[in-house]
């Protein structure tokens, strides 16, 4: 396993594992990179910032994707001129991936449901200008954002991103493309 995979695994499972015996970090630095945990409950906002700051796209591949204000963010970046392109979980139906889709297309920005060649599209992960990677266990559900204990990490590390925009480009490639839009 590459060791930048190594090191993201075992800062996730640390982090999962303070909790439980009373430790707490949110940022330090791995190697030259630096990293930040986000730890819910109550972090809509820091995910709305780390949309916010993307210049020049955005790859999201998400198993559920409900959260009405994450995707408003996604569509306002595409508006500003970044590239977004957003992977959901085939499975994903109902309690609001439906009307997230529906936004998202009527806005242009490509969604693809994930591919049969995986029995479950499980990956959480978001690469922002093929610099900065989200990946952990939150969905951009409601209930991820604010309710859950939730834990993902965002590296600043443009050979880790480099790395899962290969992967997203392998599963966009045997994605199945969303063609219907709604009105909102």
Known sequence: MDKRITVIILIVIIACASFYVGFTFHSSQVGEKQYV???????????????????????VEMYLFTNKALASALID?????????????RKGEGDGVDDVISMLT?????????????????????????????????????????????VSVVINDASLAEELSRIFEQDWSIATVVTVATVK
């Open 37 to 59: 945990l986000i730890i819910s409950p109550n972090t809509e906002d820091k995910f709305l910032d780390l949309i916010a700051s993307a210049n020049n796209s955005i790859d």
């Open 77 to 89: 970046a595409k508006k500003r001129g970044v590239q977004v392109r957003v992977i959901i979980d």
């Open 106 to 150: 009527f806005d242009d920005i490509p969604v693809k449901r994930s591919s049969r060649t995986f029995e479950t599209t499980h990956a959480k992960f978001a690469i922002i200008d093929r610099k900065l990677v989200i990946i952990g266990s939150h969905n951009w559900t409601n209930y991820a954002m604010d309710r859950n204990r939730e």
